[in-house]
């Protein structure tokens, strides 16, 4: 059986470039898109996604300002901080870089960001639009997972998708985005007893669980489709790749799968957002 | 095998008996519990419903407000009218009876309610809240179909429920509720292709889908506990009730299921609002 390697990277590409021109037209009409990243704390995987993220926007044209909190920070002063944000009209997008130190309120602080620069899509607020239907930002990682499905035409009405984990960011949007296209979901997670057996059903499976090599080639349908939202230490998705592949009609590498898309989709939500100030 | 008839006439009735206290004693610190009600139009059902729920927060001692708009009402002030009872102290709950008129953006008349006086459920941002576990006041239907299996001590945790339904009110928060409590779960619906199969998986299936003896007896696994939230003409339910039962483990049935403690959560919901303004 032949697989499709459903290339992220090549994904990715397509948007910057698509974006790039959106960018230019907004600054030739006086519109700079910018997003503000907040770091707390030194955790250094967290430094490097947010400079990652960062360095993404400037290479599309968007201004990125990036604010460095000390890891002493209070609930209080990140509220303050991102609410200045949110009254700061020249920021179009408010990324909180997850996790915070844990004497902070995350959701607290997540909830203090005005929906309409919610480009990371954290808000319980966009999460409900998304789930119900009329979203802009969805979270990205989730919204990467459709961008992949729909650049590859892979059919998602009626059919059976299976989604292991339900994170606030990711088990839960995707299953409810996958849901709105009409696909029949099922969200699985910890308590999940017959999981191979669930996931033999599914003809699309979605790994969003963050264990290495946790989804296993024999639970894999024969012809069903794999995205691998998974990104463990040493470059190993939520999936034993090999194993799936076997099964798979198409399937995402990692690294070069989801994660340069969801990238691009932050980048495209904050263009929009920008967007929307004309 | 003898089945469990889930009697939620009596769970109302217990739930009532207790909202009685709690209104007595609100009443002594000076807090009127009040549901304001708008009935937009002459739909003979609707206004049914809402007298109901009207009747059924004075026998509690809840002061219930009713607006009946004309059918000839706009979006606007349909707005505007909520908008007032946001404002409004003396109202701690606001309930738009569905279906308004179709010339109506119904979507942008809920999203108009005040988050802490939406004890119907229906906003995207109190959707948001519930699906991500900490909203105060999930749709009533919902919440009514998980205090039935509280009452009834009906485990949740790691099994495989299967909702049939996608509805904003209905499928989607039934299907977030119980995927908080720990259940497996399968959310179906119109473009589903193989229903009975997955009906066939289900330790608890959720019926709402608004179709009259549409889940089939010979889709139920042996011992599924079974909840029927469809209410049709004739007081005819989602399920074929006397087929379905068979093979239940516990059911409930139409009438005297779902539907009175639906009204009840709308009631407590009211009153939840009412304490928190001491």
Same mark, same amino acid.
């Not at 995987?45 to 360095?55: A, L, P």
């Not at 920008?274 to 004309?278: C, D, K």
């Given at each position: 059986?032949?697989?499709?390697?459903?290339?992220?990277?090549?994904?990715?590409?397509?948007?910057?470039?698509?974006?790039?021109?959106?960018?230019?037209?907004?600054?030739?009409?006086?519109?700079?898109?910018?997003?503000?990243?907040?770091?707390?704390?030194?955790?250094?995987?967290?430094?490097?996604?947010?400079?990652?993220?960062?360095?993404?926007?400037?290479?599309?044209?968007?201004?990125?300002?990036?604010?460095?909190?000390?890891?002493?920070?209070?609930?209080?002063?990140?509220?303050?901080?991102?609410?200045?944000?949110?009254?700061?009209?020249?920021?179009?997008?408010?990324?909180?870089?997850?996790?915070?130190?844990?004497?902070?309120?995350?959701?607290?602080?997540?909830?203090?960001? =005005? $929906?309409? @620069?919610?480009? *990371?899509?954290?808000?319980?607020?966009?999460? &409900?639009?998304? %789930?119900?239907?009329? +979203?802009?930002?969805?979270?990205?990682?989730?919204? =990467? $997972?459709? @961008?992949?499905? *729909?650049?590859?035409?892979?059919?998602?009405? &009626?059919?059976? %998708?299976?989604?292991? +984990?339900?994170?606030?960011?990711?088990?839960?949007?995707?299953?409810?985005?996958?849901?709105?296209?009409?696909?029949?979901?099922?969200?699985?997670?910890?308590?999940?007893?017959?999981?191979?057996?669930?996931?033999?059903?599914?003809?699309?499976?979605?790994?969003?669980?963050?264990?290495?090599?946790?989804?296993?080639?024999?639970?894999?349908?024969?012809?069903?489709?794999?995205?691998?939202?998974?990104?463990?230490?040493?470059?190993?998705?939520?999936?034993?790749?090999?194993?799936?592949?076997?099964?798979?009609?198409?399937?995402?590498?990692?690294p070069g799968g989801v994660g340069p898309v969801t990238i691009s989709m932050l980048l495209k939500h904050t263009v929009e957002a920008?967007?929307?100030?004309?």
């Open positions: 059986m032949e697989q499709i390697i459903l290339d992220g990277k090549q994904v990715s590409k397509k948007v910057r470039e698509s974006l790039k021109e959106k960018v230019t037209d907004l600054k030739a009409k006086g519109i700079i898109p910018c997003l503000a990243t907040i770091l707390v704390g030194d955790d250094p995987s967290s430094e490097t996604y947010v400079k990652m993220k960062g360095n993404a926007c400037e290479k599309v044209g968007i201004k990125s300002i990036r604010l460095h909190l000390p890891k002493e920070t209070t609930t209080e002063t990140l509220i303050e901080t991102i609410e200045n944000l949110n009254h700061d009209s020249s920021v179009h997008g408010i990324l909180l870089q997850h996790p915070v130190p844990s004497h902070i309120d995350e959701r607290a602080a997540f909830e203090s960001i =005005a $929906i309409e @620069k919610d480009v *990371d899509g954290v808000t319980s607020a966009g999460y &409900g639009q998304t %789930a119900l239907g009329f +979203g802009k930002y969805p979270s990205c990682t989730p919204a =990467a $997972i459709m @961008k992949i499905i *729909d650049d590859y035409d892979i059919p998602v009405d &009626g059919k059976h %998708a299976v989604v292991v +984990g339900r994170s606030p960011i990711l088990g839960k949007p995707v299953s409810a985005l996958l849901l709105n296209r009409n696909a029949t979901v099922t969200t699985c997670h910890s308590h999940t007893t017959n999981l191979p057996e669930i996931v033999k059903q599914a003809d699309i499976v979605i790994a969003a669980v963050g264990k290495p090599k946790f989804i296993q080639g024999d639970w894999i349908k024969k012809g069903a489709v794999i995205l691998d939202a998974g990104y463990n230490k040493g470059n190993i998705g939520d999936i034993d790749y090999e194993a799936c592949l076997e099964n798979a009609s198409a399937i995402t590498p990692v920008a967007a929307l100030t004309e």
